[in-house]
């Protein structure tokens, strides 16, 4: 087990700078996830850790080696693909014997391990069989297996589930949390997908236009964004955004008013600590109450009943639309009024530069 840590590391093609002077110490035993949009550079900053890309600037350590130099090979690093492009003519056994061999591990030894990884996940009754004649959750299973063989110091993780259908995501996605437990192995993760993100992680890196936007464990970042970019990308539905004005002071938290006539609401954010300049609202569905007594109103314009909750889309006189958790027990059609307040202890404002002010 070891940690990896990243100082200055920087990516250029050419003239464009892709990852620009990160650190981040990647604890031992974690499971760190990279999350955020396409293109934000994710994948480039896991491969230059597996010795896949160069490193343009600053410094790559594992445990206590400076790997910048070392190729793949020699950084105790294993990596599971999208792609999991395992051998098509060669047994589940071989394909994860492969790599092992060619590095000299003897026999007995091998078998040892792809005993242990094949009983670890489930695959000890498909050794045998080749590639072709197995589901794409298997074949991602055996290539998770061709990793955990080796042994490695630490996991890396690019999109290994995004290949497989919604169900079958689900069930790998909790095998890949249990791994991590028995393991306690370093894994790090790269993907798009905040619930894999959100599920997986002991802390979640956000990244965007190759920097990063916050570190934190997943609920941190789900209840105190660090930014506006975070607070939009982390959560479904995203966060409601609304311009406000300042419009008084209740005992030093600031009083928002909202673009509808004759709107205020409180919030829980110390007026001394919001820099000069606009300031947009951020509310969660969840943290705007269905109130008969509330002062914003507006009209139910789609309800999306999905089992567990339901989320009703509300325009406001504006014409600007809230998305509502409504409670359980409400019954509410398309085209009722809906009165609405905001939690004023779950309110956050986000200033010019994106910066999030919380309510204490
Ligand atoms: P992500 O994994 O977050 O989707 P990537 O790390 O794949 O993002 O890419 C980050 C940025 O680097 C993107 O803008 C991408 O176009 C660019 N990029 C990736 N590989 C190359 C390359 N070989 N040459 C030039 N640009 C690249």
Redesign the pocket.
């Known amino acids: 087990m070891t940690g990896i840590r990243l100082s200055g590391v920087t990516?250029r093609?050419?003239e464009?700078e892709?990852?620009t002077g990160l650190d981040l110490d990647i604890h031992e035993g974690e499971f760190l996830v990279?999350l955020?949009?396409?293109?934000?550079?994710?994948?480039?900053?896991?491969?230059m850790i597996a010795g896949l890309?160069t490193v343009s600037d600053g410094q790559i350590s594992i445990g206590d080696r400076q790997v910048n130099e070392l190729p793949p090979g020699q950084r105790g690093v294993a990596m599971v693909f999208q792609h999991y492009a395992l051998y098509p003519h060669m047994t589940v056994y071989d394909n994860m014997a492969f790599g092992l061999r060619n590095s000299g591990v003897g026999a007995t030894d091998i078998d040892r391990r792809i005993q242990e990884a094949a009983r670890m996940l489930e695959l000890d009754v498909l050794l045998q069989r080749r590639p072709s004649q197995l589901s794409g959750g298997q074949r991602q299973r055996v290539a998770i297996g061709r990793a955990v063989v080796k042994e490695p110091e630490a996991f890396l993780f690019?999109?290994p589930l995004s290949n497989l259908d919604a169900a079958l995501r689900t069930r790998t996605r909790v095998e890949l949390a249990r791994i991590h437990q028995r393991l306690n192995s370093t894994m790090v993760f790269?993907t798009?997908d905040q619930i894999e993100a959100m599920t997986l992680a002991t802390r979640i890196v956000v990244?965007n236009k190759?920097r990063i936007e916050q570190i934190g464990a997943p609920l941190e970042i789900y209840k105190r964004p660090a930014t506006r970019f975070v607070a939009g990308f982390i959560g479904a539905p995203a966060m409601n955004f609304i311009d406000v004005e300042r419009a008084g002071d209740n005992g030093g938290r600031l009083i928002v008013a909202l673009p509808v006539e004759g709107v205020k609401v409180p919030t829980a954010i110390a007026t001394s600590s919001l820099p000069a300049g606009k300031l947009t609202l951020g509310v969660r569905a969840e943290h705007v109450i269905v109130d008969p007594n509330g002062p914003l109103s507006g009209r139910a314009e789609v309800i999306e009943r999905l089992g567990d909750r339901s989320l009703a889309h509300v325009s406001l006189p504006n014409n600007q639309l809230l998305v509502v958790e409504l409670p359980r027990d409400l019954e509410i059609d398309t085209g009722h009024t809906v009165r609405m307040s905001l939690d004023a202890a779950h309110v956050h404002l986000f200033d010019e530069t994106g910066q999030a002010h919380h309510g204490v």
Not at 36 to 47: D, H, M
């Open positions: 990516k093609y050419g464009t892709v990852i990279f955020g949009p396409s293109g934000c550079g994710k994948s480039t900053l896991l491969r890309e690019d999109e790269v798009h990244m190759g």
